[in-house]
């Protein structure tokens, strides 16, 4: 696997884990993730997950206690 593969998976993963764990806008996840800006981080989702990471968010958010 390329190491280019490697860090966009590791920066799907840690949007992922921000998206169910938090309630951050898609502009600061993408920046917390590593991304350069929302537009990278969706189309990385569409790509690896081939969903929105709005959509992603909406079905996997953990509810709020």
């Known amino acids: 696997m390329p190491p280019a593969d490697l860090v966009e998976g590791a920066r ?3 949007a992922r884990r921000l ?3 938090t309630t951050n ?5 993408a ?9 990278g981080l969706r189309r990385a989702f569409q790509r690896r997950l081939g969903v ?3 959509d ?3 079905r996997f958010q ?3 206690s």
Do not use: M, Q, W
């Open 52 to 54: 929105t990471p709005g």
């Open 19 to 21: 998206l169910e764990d």
């Open 62 to 64: 953990k509810a709020a």
């Open 12 to 14: 799907i993963d840690a």
């Open 31 to 39: 920046a917390r993730s590593g991304f350069g800006n929302p537009n």
């Open 56 to 58: 992603y968010r909406t």
């Open 25 to 29: 806008p898609l502009k600061r996840v």
